[in-house]
C-alpha cells in the first residue's frame, strides 16, 4: 500500500510515490471515485520512455475514456498486469493493487514540483 499522504500528486490526479529513482504510480482514490466503474486500462510497455505531462495510458470506465498523463519523466520498469486483467482493482485499491507502473525517472526534481497530499485535497475537489 503506498500511503497517498506519502505520495505527490499532478493536477491531473496522479499519484508518484518514490523509491530511490523509482516511481511507483497511479490515480488517485479521488480521481477513481470521480471516475467510477473502471472497465479496460491500457499501460504502456516496460521500456517505453514517458514524459512528465503527456498522456501515456488510458484508463476507461463506464461514463468515458480518460488519458492517464505521467507524473514524472523516464522509462517505464515494470506495469501491473493485474489491473489489465481486472481493472476494478484500480476502484477498490487505488494506491494498493491498483498502482499502474513504476517508472526509472530520468529528471527525479520532477517529483518535488508535484503537490503534496495537504495541497492535492485542497485542490482535487474544486
Known sequence: MYDEKNCRF???????????DVATVGISDYAQKEISDIVFVELPKAGAQVEQGKPCAVIESVK?????FAP???EVVAVNDAIVDNP?????????EGWFFKIKM???????????FAAYQSTAAH
Open 10 to 20: 499532478a493536477k491531473s490526479h496522479e499519484w508518484a510515490f518514490a523509491e530511490g
Open 64 to 68: 468515458a475514456a480518460a488519458d492517464f
Open 106 to 116: 530520468s529528471k527525479p526534481a520532477e517529483l518535488e514540483a508535484l503537490m503534496d
Open 88 to 96: 476494478a482493482l484500480v476502484n477498490q485499491s487505488a494506491h494498493g
Open 72 to 74: 514524472v519523466s523516464g
